[in-house]
């Protein structure tokens, strides 16, 4: 596909531009009580202290033993962090805190359902379970360090007790959205070659009951057909002791965790004393191609990363009650729901269901019931709270002193209704800009330092150079006015190792665009390209306006418009497919797809529903299309290519510019009739 190709068809160009907004500034209140008050913070992670300004980070941890090297880069750009130290990541998240904290609340679970009560799970009770667990996973499931085993559970406390588990022996958790299909597990299991798989029975959300286990045994044969084998699955309960899956056990393969643990009462295992440069997870992202990339996160530069940005940017103290809204599927909630909250000994809450359920109040009578006082979301959240309840928190007596918000553009308009009406005017807020790929935050205000500017994330954290360029490698200025690729300049210890066993997907997707010398080993030829566009403001403040590569983001969840497009060709009758970012007023962009369909077939609603359920199937519901569009052909180049730039205009009701090169420019307005029907 041509370059240009990509770029026009992008998020980035359906972005909107904002107005510069004016400078919201934290309250005195905030300032007395943070953990970071002064600007030498940016002194001490400045470039001429690189890399040694990270050992603020690896210092807030507990070594067995300490590191040789802060930074090699020998294997340039796989970079290594704190290489000779020797870690344990669930030792920082529990252990440590058993002297002083242990009875403290570690984890807040919610049930969805209002009537089931929340579950307080001291520091105590979670380092009991994780030995637990931990032995299980040894001497039941042969499991040990550097092995790699696939989660695929929803949010209940399980899933925490199941990573820390696996942390605790060094195992490599590989954690599935629970939203995911069968599918998207069997392709994540084959591709980190997993012979665990572990899940649960079911769970609740928006109010209905949903049977996961089925999803299981999909993964589990299609995992076998592509030549993986799953030697053992463990099912957690949600209701331990309860049957509430209609789907039968598989005899010899499937086991009740909760039935295997009556074994393990009162078992502990030591921690694993690991080298700081092994990995702690994958977790897969959408990429270009159809192919999700396995993003491989160490051990002691990831936490150290996580621990540093949480207490200085979340602002997390130990008597904090924090609750992430995000899933732990996914990275935001890996990193500040999981790793850095609870490396910091604070209460982290994990919430089962969705946020507008039963009503737009739910939120608010978690955080009243339970005094949260940080909270992080999303932008589509936020919107989604805003149409439904836009009086609601008002009604409920809860104080935030610090609110979050991630993962898309939030627009001015909508931040300045989180500020005032869930924040009261009373909190800080942080814009925080970040991927999977890069473990923590990269852009953000700090919250007592840096005045807020709505709709902008900020200028690059404390140790983070951001840097725009342009198609040429030409660097754009701060206040040019004009937007480009923002990459990083340098590495930091929060950054993805490298791509699960493709090393040379990882050089050419991040690296390879603006390495000024393939053969250096100095960091400062190797500028991470991150695969977003944005402009830098005077002020040094970054707006992020969306995805320059084939990746949309629907409701901050990535999703490769190549995932979607192959989905729709399980169905027979599809012959060419081609998705395109819609603005959407919720979800920040929906995908539209548009098929055409192989000769002698006729186009019905029918067939248009098939083609959805076929990538609901594949990959889960958040990939749905929000309209299948069955034309009669694609608008082309003369050499055949798909001009997906034209379909996404006439999806956005926006001028499709000049076609007449076009093979075939009479059927844009057959296409633009159809869709404005
Ligand atoms: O396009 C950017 C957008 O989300 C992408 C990363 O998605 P993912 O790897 O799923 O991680 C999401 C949570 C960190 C980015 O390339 N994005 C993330 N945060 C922001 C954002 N866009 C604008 N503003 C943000 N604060």
């Known amino acids: 596909m041509a370059k240009n190709e990509a770029v026009e068809t992008s998020e980035a160009q359906i972005a909107v531009h904002w107005q510069e907004e004016e400078y919201v500034y934290p309250s005195k209140e905030f300032i007395e009580q943070a953990n970071i008050k002064d600007e030498s913070i940016y002194e001490r992670f400045a470039l001429d202290n690189f890399p040694e300004c990270y050992t603020e980070y690896a210092d807030l941890l507990h070594w067995y033993k300490k590191w040789d090297t802060i930074l090699d880069t020998s294997d340039a750009p796989c970079w290594k962090w704190f290489v000779g130290g020797k870690i344990n990541a669930c030792y920082n998240c529990v252990d440590r805190h058993l002297e002083n904290n242990k009875n403290k609340t570690a984890i807040h679970f919610v049930p969805e359902p209002e009537n089931e009560r929340i579950e307080h799970i001291t520091y105590q009770e979670l380092y009991v379970r994780v030995n637990e667990f931990a032995v299980l996973l040894r001497d039941f ?61 079911g769970y609740y959300r928006g109010g209905k009951f949903r049977d996961h286990k089925k999803n299981a045994d999909i993964a589990v044969d299609l995992s076998k057909k592509d030549g993986q084998e799953v030697d053992k699955v463990l099912i957690w309960q949600r209701y331990p002791g309860k049957k509430i899956s209609s789907t039968p056990l598989v005899n010899g393969r499937d086991y009740l965790v909760n039935d295997l643990l009556k074994d393990f009462r009162g078992k502990r295992v030591e921690p694993v004393s690991m080298p700081a440069e092994d990995t702690l997870f994958l977790m897969y992202t959408s990429g270009t191609t159809g192919k999700p990339k396995g993003c491989q996160h160490s051990i002691g530069g990831y936490l150290a990363y996580v621990t540093g940005t949480s207490k200085y940017i979340q602002d997390i103290h130990p008597e904090d009650v924090y609750w992430c809204m995000a899933d732990i599927g996914w990275i935001t909630g ?101 991927q999977t790929e890069t473990g923590g935050f990269l852009c953000s205000t700090m919250p007592a330092i840096k ?40 590495p930091w210890p929060g950054a993805f190792q490298t791509i699960w066993g493709d090393r040379d997907r990882y050089i050419s997707t991040y690296y390879a665009k603006y390495c000024k010398d393939k053969n250096s080993k100095d960091w400062r030829d190797w500028p991470y390209l991150t695969g977003d566009a944005a402009m830098e403001a005077e002020d040094g403040y970054y707006r992020i306006l969306g995805r320059i590569d084939d990746v949309i983001n629907v409701s901050g969840h990535r999703l490769g418009t190549k995932e979607i497009e192959s989905a729709s060709f399980l169905v027979q009758e599809v012959a060419e497919a081609a998705v395109v970012p819609v603005a959407d007023e919720i979800k920040g962009v929906v995908p539209d797809l548009y098929i055409s369909l192989k000769p002698g077939y006729e186009a019905s609603d029918e067939l248009a529903a098939k083609i959805s359920a076929a990538i609901c199937d594949t990959i889960g519901k958040i990939a749905r299309p929000r309209k299948v569009w069955l034309v009669s052909d694609m608008p082309k ?4 290519k798909i001009m997906r730039r034209v379909l996404g205009a006439i999806s956005n009701k926006k001028a499709v510019g000049d076609v007449s090169t076009l093979a075939n420019p009479e059927i844009v307005d057959e296409i633009k009739k159809k869709v404005s029907s």
């Open 334 to 434: 890996h990193s500040y729901i999981v790793y850095g909250p609870l490396s910091l000994c604070a209460s982290t809450v994990i919430y089962e269901g969705v946020p507008t359920y039963p009503d737009a109040g739910r939120a608010w009578r978690i955080a009243e019931e339970l005094d949260v006082n940080i909270f992080h979301t999303a932008p589509t959240i936020i919107r989604a709270l805003r149409k439904i309840g836009p009086d609601e928190p008002v009604k409920y007596n809860y104080h935030f002193k610090h609110m979050t918000t991630v993962g898309e553009p939030i627009e001015p308009e909508v931040w300045k209704w989180f500020y005032k009406v869930i924040g009261k005017g009373e909190a800080v807020v942080v814009d925080t800009w970040w």
């Open 141 to 201: 499931a042969g499991l040990k360090a550097g092995d790699r085993v696939t989660l695929h559970m929803p949010m209940t406390e399980d899933l925490p007790i199941t990573m820390l588990a696996c942390a605790r022996l060094g195992v490599i958790h590989t954690k599935v959205f629970g939203g995911f299909s069968g599918r998207a597990c069997a392709d994540r299991i084959v591709d980190s070659q997993s012979r665990v798989l572990i899940t649960i029975d």
């Open 637 to 640: 180049t003369r050499s055949g």
């Open 451 to 490: 005045p807020m500017k709505p709709g902008s994330a900020g200028p690059g954290v404390p140790g983070i150079y951001p840097v725009i360029y342009d198609e040429f490698g030409n660097e754009i200025k701060a206040g040019e006015g004009r937007a480009g690729n923002i990459c990083i300049r340098n």
